[in-house]
């Protein structure tokens, strides 16, 4: 009787250490970290491994954190990158060669975000972001819509379009339909005023009345407010701060309402076109034109096509 005890005793205690070694995050993250070691003594003597360790410096990057710039105000962060040694040496071991698309990257995350920060429109991405977005301000022009969005939809691509309250209530089914083909869409104001001269009972209605109109439509609440032709001042912001919602605006404008050639309208963006832009455009002639041409152009350049959500990621697409 009392071996049998005893055997169950020991038994007992080898499935607890095997369940330790084998279910315990912390022993797993012991052995993964053996493992590593044993990895890098393997490699200290491999002029592969050593090449990577010499090299990683030119592809890692810093993080940067969210900041208030003095001209182009809030900025979101961006996330740096590190070389892992170990992971890409064991990506590299097979060919014996150094090949920059076989590293392996760590992810450094910024110690400032962009919700941290105080409220202050927003004008463009991260700077060493290599995405654009385009922001279309809705207030008339419905009948170029299905043209844009066909175009839009063509290319792959996701624009935020920033829908006059107004104008929404007049139009549910086009509103519905920019939200179905997954495009994001912001607050315009309810009746294209100039916000800089409202009070803050009449800024409060501008914007809370069209949000109830959209969310009505679409089923969600905007998060993203762009003032009627840029004008705006603290209170603007603060008051959509107060509501949840970034203030949007812009850095290229393709300037669509004097009705430009589709060339004119392409060079414009393209010679100012950079990191992070943000490019305004509307339901306009020219634009239902000649975005095939922009959105080609801004391709063959390398830059990303995002939303507004997209591009104030943290995330690099470098």
């Known amino acids: 009787m009392r071996r049998t005890i005893v055997h169950i005793a020991l038994f007992a205690v080898l499935v607890f250490i095997s369940y330790e070694m084998f279910e315990n995050p912390f022993s797993q993250q012991y052995i993964a970290s053996i493992k590593q070691s044993t990895i890098a003594v393997q490699g200290e003597n ?16 810093p993080a940067l954190d969210a900041s208030i710039d003095s001209v182009w105000k809030k900025t979101p962060g961006i996330n740096g990158r590190k070389v892992n040694i170990e992971k890409s040496y064991q990506k590299m071991k097979k060919s014996g060669e150094f090949s920059e698309d076989l590293l392996v990257y760590d992810v450094v995350k910024p110690k400032v975000h962009l919700e941290e920060l105080s409220a202050s429109p927003i004008y463009r991405g991260n700077p060493e972001k290599e995405m ?19 175009t839009l939809k063509e290319h792959e691509v996701k624009a935020t379009f920033f829908v006059e309250g107004k104008w929404a209530n007049k139009h549910v089914n086009l509103v519905k339909m ?115 041409v922009l959105i080609r152009e801004i391709k063959e350049k390398e830059y990303k096509i995002g939303t507004v959500p997209s591009l104030l990621k943290e995330e690099r697409n470098d």
Not at 46 to 61: F, G, M, Q, T
């Open 178 to 292: 920019i939200g179905e083909e997954g495009h994001v869409i912001g607050n315009h104001a309810y009746n294209h005023p100039d916000m800089n001269t409202l009070t803050n009972e009449e800024i409060r209605y501008q914007i809370e009345e069209t949000n109830k109109i959209l969310k009505a439509i679409i089923g969600k609440s905007p998060l993203y407010f762009a003032p009627p032709s840029g004008s705006y001042n603290n209170q603007v912001v603060q008051i959509a701060d107060e509501l949840g919602m970034e203030t949007i605006l812009w850095t290229v404008d393709t300037v669509d309402w004097k009705k430009p050639t589709t060339d004119v309208m392409v060079n414009r963006v393209l010679s100012k076109i950079h990191n992070g832009a943000t490019i305004l455009m509307h339901p306009t002639p020219p634009v239902a034109n000649g975005l095939d």
């Open 132 to 150: 654009v977005s385009f922001l279309i301000n809705v207030s008339w022009g419905e009948e170029h819509i299905p043209t844009i969005l066909e």
């Open 46 to 61: 491999d002029p592969l491994y050593k090449e990577i360790e010499e090299r990683a410096a030119d592809y890692e990057r």
